[in-house]
């Protein structure tokens, strides 16, 4: 992606998602398809936005423990997902951005600070 691009694309993130929280899941067709949504509880447009996620390879991490390559994470569970999901409800994202290798789009969110 051209840096311009990506500077863009963060810019966008940023609008949307800053202030959100983190507000419910939805089930995909598939095992590792899950929609993740977010709400923003006040006049803010759009005031709900949904991230789609499809695949086993992801994880909530404490703050600046990120790893380097998605060769790090491990595949979990359903059960262990939506767990994870649990821990996070209703927190606020303070930021997002995108990195240059995957894993590449970090949510960071109140909760970690």
């Known amino acids: 992606m051209k840096l311009e691009d990506r500077q863009f694309a963060v810019n966008a993130l940023r609008?949307?998602?800053?202030?959100s929280q983190f507000d419910g899941i939805k089930f995909g067709l598939s095992s590792p398809t899950t929609f993740l949504y977010f709400v923003h509880y006040s006049t803010h447009e759009p005031d709900l936005l949904w991230?789609?996620?499809?695949?086993k390879k992801w994880f909530v991490f404490p703050f600046n423990t990120i790893p380097n390559s998605e060769k790090e994470l491990e595949e979990l569970t359903e059960e262990e997902q939506y767990n994870l999901l649990y821990s996070i409800r209703r927190e606020q994202v303070i930021d997002i951005n995108l990195g240059d290798v995957s894993p590449h789009l970090y949510i960071k969110f109140k909760f970690y600070l």
């Not at 609008?15 to 202030?19: P, S």
């Not at 991230?51 to 695949?55: A, E, L, M, R």
């Open 51 to 55: 991230i789609n996620i499809d695949t």
């Open 15 to 19: 609008q949307m998602f800053i202030g």
